[in-house]
């Protein structure tokens, strides 16, 4: 038998391009082509294939034709890298900050970013007696450009699929560390929220809550952070939460409030409010939301306001948060004469969407976020209803990869809305689209008092019928197309009508409610409809003889 069916075979690699990412000294060389190895894959550092597309060395790159220059260059030869594979990919410091090459990455097929997170003290120890080759250390302080850069950076790092710890353990064992992980993970989805003044990343995915220190920390400006949650969140996850910003050194403090609508109040907003200011809090110090719609409402209203704007980060723990209310920026808290009445809009810096974390929610909590993954097929995308219908009861059931889809898929619509129309100011559809079902909707909470007999996604389950009905009423939708609908809410056992409210309505009642809705207009009540499955649209030309007729053929009383 020849001696070579005996060696050792390389193992195979989990993806088909595996980029690191990190400031220079960070390893990406050394550790990369030990990878390489590993696996039996090429190894390729993107700076030498600079160099070889240009003749020149990246130092006189710099020097004869700027920094902007070398980063097209270098954007043009990852993406040539990118159709080929399988390799070990190592980009130079800067290139992760290139948009256009991070979206490259994330979208590429079985492709894996993997930051390589160095201490400060270990990269300059590295780096100090080997400045001369890297043309950003070459003038000044080499430690203060370094941090700069970090500071600058690291946010944008924090975006890579898998974050590594790498400091002064031998090679060997770093590698091993990140073959042991990148064995055991499953990419997350990144959604880019991308408007006029601010922009930042939905990141969607498994185990984000135990590594969101490392997440989170590139976003703190001052390193200090308040933690808002409410009684039931931190008994599952605050303390997974809180130990990750111990492992990395984040400054915090907790405030944990009663669950349920009734902590969306001016009196809960207050005490929160005091709280803070007693802690001492600055204008770089981060609110960051950990749990529901309700948690995410008030934190983000508490960071608008507290010294008139402070930065704030969702940890979105509930499927209705993470498909809707933790995207876009709306905050608020409620008042007597209505929901979210009082609010501002103020968008975060970073939305971690941890599916793990839904799997301590009862199905009434699933059920109540799916609906809203159901409106946005309504809305304006007709292949995402149909995805739902064929994928709603895995959903429901909490399979991993179907669960992550749904929530990639709505935010990414959502994410387009907002983009369009990020402060609802179109005269007509924008932003107000996601308001499909909510007139009838917030009609049905306001009954109900907001005191869980009827959840927020419940009410929309219910508010999409109607409004699809309504349309079909004012023969704008073909009849089908509700049977559709209402086929699908009803296979999956989602509420769908008067009959599955916890109690009967009055129809003045309703009304009354939807005259005092805050998207009253000239006096005018506005009803997002529907000419079909994908096509919503805004009217402020609805009868009110014919949604009071709408609602009696429905079975609410008179």
């Given at each position: ?220 400006p001052n390193g200090h952070a308040i933690i808002l949650t409410d009684e039931t969140v931190a008994t599952h996850h605050l303390a997974t939460l809180e130990r990750s910003f111990r492992e990395v050194g984040i400054r915090f403090h907790t405030v944990i409030v009663p669950p349920g609508e009734g902590s969306k109040s001016l009196a809960r907003f207050e005490a929160v409010m ?285």
């Open positions: 038998m020849s001696p070579s069916l005996h060696a050792p075979q390389p193992a195979r690699p989990p993806f088909r391009i595996i980029v690191l990412v990190g400031l220079m000294g960070a390893g990406k060389t050394t550790l990369g082509r030990m990878l390489a190895q590993h696996y039996g894959i090429p190894f390729i550092d993107t700076d030498a294939e600079i160099e070889k597309a240009s003749r020149q060395s990246i130092p006189e790159i710099f020097a004869h034709h700027g920094e902007a220059h070398f980063r097209a260059g270098e954007h043009r030869v990852i993406r040539r890298l990118l159709k080929n594979g399988p390799c070990i990919l190592a980009t130079g410091g800067g290139a992760w900050m290139h948009p256009q090459t991070r979206a490259l990455i994330h979208k590429a097929a079985d492709v894996c970013a993997v930051w390589l997170h160095v201490p400060m003290a270990v990269l300059l120890r590295r780096l100090l007696n080997n400045r001369g080759s890297r043309p950003l250390l070459a003038q000044g302080d080499p430690a203060a450009t370094l941090r700069q850069l970090a500071t600058v950076r690291y946010p944008r790092y924090a975006e890579a699929d898998i974050i590594i710890d790498c400091g002064d353990e031998s090679v060997e064992q770093a590698t091993r560390t990140i073959t042991d992980t990148l064995a055991n993970t499953s990419l997350p989805h990144h959604v880019p929220v991308a408007l006029a003044g601010h922009s930042y990343e939905v990141l969607i995915g498994r185990e984000l809550l135990a590594q969101a220190g490392l997440r989170v920390k590139p976003h703190l005091e709280e803070m200011l007693e802690r001492g809090i600055e204008r770089g110090t981060t609110v960051i939301a950990l749990g529901g719609g309700v948690i995410g409402d008030l934190a983000g209203f508490v960071a608008a306001t507290a010294l008139r704007g402070i930065p704030f980060i969702q940890i979105p723990t509930t499927l209705l948060a993470q498909v809707d209310s933790s995207v876009g920026g709306k905050t608020g808290i409620n008042a007597r004469a209505g929901k979210n009445l009082i609010g501002a809009f103020w968008q975060p810096r970073l939305v971690l969407a941890d599916t793990e974390t839904l799997a301590t929610l009862p199905r009434r909590q699933l059920v109540a976020g799916y609906a809203e993954i159901v409106k946005a097929g309504l809305i304006a995308d007709a292949e995402l209803f149909a995805w739902c219908e064929a994928n709603g009861q895995a959903v429901l059931e909490g399979e991993p990869e179907k669960l992550g889809e749904a929530v990639r898929r709505a935010c990414a619509f959502k994410a387009g809305v907002v983009q369009d129309d990020e402060r609802e100011q179109a005269g007509s559809g924008g932003r107000a689209l996601l308001n499909l079902g909510h007139t009838f909707a917030h009609a049905f909470e306001a009954e109900f008092h907001y005191d869980g007999r009827l959840l927020h996604g419940e009410a929309v389950s219910i508010g999409l019928h109607m409004a699809l009905a309504l349309s079909v009423r004012m023969g704008l939708a073909p009849e089908d197309d509700l049977a559709r609908l209402d086929t699908h809410l009803h296979a999956l056992g989602m509420p769908a009508g008067a009959a599955d409210l916890p109690h009967g309505l009055s129809t003045e009642t309703l009304l009354n409610h939807m005259g005092r809705d805050k998207k009253l207009r000239d006096g005018k009540i506005t009803f997002v409809l529907l000419r079909g499955i994908g096509m919503a649209f805004t009217c402020r030309d609805v009868a009110m003889d014919d949604v009071r007729a709408l609602l009696l053929a429905e079975g609410f009383a008179p």
